[in-house]
């Protein structure tokens, strides 16, 4: 049986018709990612490195630290069903808290505001909801990283020749960043509140933490549950909300009129 290895942002992002595809065709769209984007992603992350009192004074004491923006695969790990599968990806942010506990946090450049408009209110938890199982994903993953050095040496992308060097500094980098046991999720949202203009333009971000329930048997229910899509001989229909599922559609329509 097919070990797949799961990233934990398609939990969030990934419509499961558009997953089956990538994980069992090997076949996904070109995505492009803004330079500005990528900017400003690197500047929250620096500058909420430290004190975690910084992202929200009533957090319990604790450091941020990087998670050195390198992607890094979980031990194998087993489902519900007892089936092998595997977490690769990299987080933007861990906190070792001083009782010895960590915690996963994501930073989320999304409008938001503090206000008691019911709709909102709705809105935002939802969307609070879509980025759980990317948190708990991660926290799983930076609790059980693959140690063993040969699997490190065939996934490493040094030549051959570099490669016992290559593996050393990953398992000193794995020691720095790995977890036992989470005590908090949580999203940071950020978003522009003001710009200024003079000889260079100034922005001003507020930001906003909300904490995400840590339920990680639930978290493995659902990761069962989309095992069993992935395993499945045939893939489940495409989602109306996916603007990549309603592409390809169009496009087979498109062709076929021709």
């Known amino acids: 049986m097919k070990t797949f290895v799961i990233s934990p942002s398609e939990l969030s992002y990934v419509c499961n018709h558009c997953s089956y595809i990538k994980k069992n065709y090997d076949i996904e769209p070109d995505s492009i990612s803004a330079g500005v984007t990528q900017t400003l992603d690197s500047f929250e992350k620096k500058y909420f490195m430290g004190d975690v009192k910084k992202i929200d004074p009533n957090i319990k004491s604790g450091q941020v630290i990087d998670p050195l923006n390198i992607s890094f695969y979980s031990k194998e790990l ?88 290559s593996v050393k500094k990953t398992l000193k980098k794995i020691r720095s960043i790995s977890i036992n046991k989470t005590s908090l999720l949580g999203l940071v949202f950020i978003y522009p509140e003001k710009v200024k203009s003079s000889k260079k333009f100034i922005v001003d971000f507020d930001h906003k933490f909300e904490e995400v329930e840590l339920d990680m048997k639930n978290f493995k229910n659902q990761l069962t ?19 990549t599922c309603n592409y390809f559609l169009r496009a087979g329509e498109i062709q076929d009129e021709k």
Do not use: M
């Not at 549950?225 to 603007?243: G, M, R, T, V």
């Open 78 to 165: 087993k489902d519900n069903k007892n089936r092998a599968y595997r977490i690769k990806g990299k987080g933007d942010a861990i906190i070792k808290f001083d009782d010895n506990t960590n915690g996963i946090i994501d930073y989320k450049t999304s409008k938001f505001k503090d206000n008691k408009n019911k709709k909102y209110i709705v809105e935002f938890n939802k969307k609070i909801l879509e980025y759980s199982p990317q948190l708990h994903a991660y926290s799983l993953l930076y609790s059980n990283l693959e140690t063993d050095e040969k699997f490190l040496a065939e996934h490493s992308k040094a030549k051959d020749e570099n490669k016992s060097e």
């Open 225 to 243: 549950k989309y095992l069993d899509i992935l395993h499945n001989k045939k893939p489940p229909k495409p989602s109306d909300d996916c603007k």
